[in-house]
Structure formats: C-alpha cells, structure tokens
Antibody, heavy 121, light 108 residues
C-alpha cells in the first residue's frame, strides 16, 4: 500500500524558516517524481514544487522560487521542502504527492494527508 | 503559465442528477488533463487522467472528455458520496503545473 506521511509543519514567524519532510513507502521510491502541493485555508489547490526521480530536475511555482528548495533522499525514501523567508501568504496545508513517472510533468496518483504551516507573528 | 478555468465554481444538485463540470485551458494542452475529487478534511483523490481515462477503482458513473483547450467531467447519476469539490489539472508543462479553481458540488 502506498503511503505518504508529511511532517514538520507548525507555527512560524514571518521571515523564518521551516523544513517539511515526507516519508514514503509501498512503492519503488526512486522510480517516480514527487511534488509538494499546498492549499490555503478555504482555498483551492496550488502546485508548489516538483523533483524528478533522479534529482536532475527541480521545478518551482513563481510564488516560491528563490525561497523554497525541494530535495529528496532516495536512500531514505524521503522528500523534503526547505522553506525560507516565509510569508503569511505561505500559510497552507502542504501535501506531498507522487507523480506517475520519473519526470515532473505529470499528475498525482497518491497524496499524503498534509502538514499545516502557519506563518504569523 | 497555462491558466485553467473551471465553471461553474459551485452549484447545487440532487442525487440521481447528471452533472457536468467544465475546464478550459488558456492554450492547448492536448489531452494532458487530470481530474481530482476532494472531500472536506481529506486529500484530493485522482479520478481521471489523460482527459478521459478512469483511474483504477473509480466508479464508471464518472467520465471525462475533451482535448486541446476544452474539457469536461460528467457524473452520470450523482450519488451522496459524490458531493465534494472537483479540480482539473494540466500536466502539459511543469513550468508550472496548474490547477483549476475548483467546482463545489452541493446538495440541493
């Protein structure tokens, strides 16, 4: 059974940093691209970032480019999102999502339950 | 960025109704379109990919159609468990991947 379990969310002040993690199981981790998708309270889905199976391609939404860094550790079956210079508008539930193949340009067949990030003073 | 526009943003329907949600892309995305269902407090669930291919385990009352810029999701006979919010997503390009704004289906 595929499982994606996010962690690392919490309350953080504007301008500070936070690192999210996603622990994966139930599939061959290093065969697939992985993504972060967020959802602000009461709002729709917003894709944040994606990384290819081999770490070769990393892509970002314009809203986070230069502030967020996606990475993965295939030996640990884990995905990460380093979030720096956080803003109140980054407040959202952050989902880890699995792509259908190795390149980032795909859809998402499995999602975690999300980790909540609140940016507020 | 490719903009995805869904309509309507919300509507009310009754169980047994046939309902259709539309999604329009700001440029051609061929058939690189997926549909998701999200219930309150839950993660999104993949329903359809490649515009019309049903994900394994999804009931056959769901169907998708379209190509290029215009797409639709149809539920042939709405069931109580189908009241949810639906999102389309293009994956023609990952620079960036984009979702529609969502369509909330409520009980009449």
């Amino acid at each position: 059974e595929v499982q994606l379990v996010e962690s690392g969310g919490g309350l953080v002040q504007p301008g500070r940093s936070l690192r999210l993690s996603c622990a994966a199981s139930g599939f061959t981790f290093d065969d697939y691209a992985l993504h972060w998708v967020r959802q602000a309270p009461g709002k729709g889905l917003e894709w944040v970032s994606g990384i290819s199976w081999n770490d070769d391609t990393k892509v970002y939404a314009d809203s986070v480019k230069g502030r967020f860094t996606i990475s993965r550790d295939n030996a640990k079956n884990s995905l990460y999102l380093q979030m720096n210079s956080l803003r109140p508008e980054d407040t959202a539930l952050y989902y880890c999502a699995k792509g259908l193949y190795g390149s980032p340009n795909n859809y998402f067949d499995y999602w975690g339950q999300g980790t909540l990030v609140t940016v507020s003073s | 960025a490719i903009r995805m526009t869904q309509s309507p943003s919300s509507f009310s329907a009754s169980t047994g109704d046939r309902v259709t949600i539309t999604c329009r892309a700001s440029q051609s995305i061929n058939s690189y379109l997926a549909w998701y269902q999200q219930k309150p407090g839950k993660a999104p669930k993949l329903l359809i990919y490649a515009a019309s291919t049903l994900q394994t385990g999804v009931p056959s009352r769901f169907s998708g159609s379209g190509s290029g810029t215009d797409f639709s999701l149809t539920i042939s006979s709405l069931q109580s468990e189908d009241f949810a919010t639906y999102y389309c997503q293009q994956y023609y390009t990952y620079s960036p991947l984009t979702f529609g704004g969502g369509t909330k289906v409520e009980i009449k």
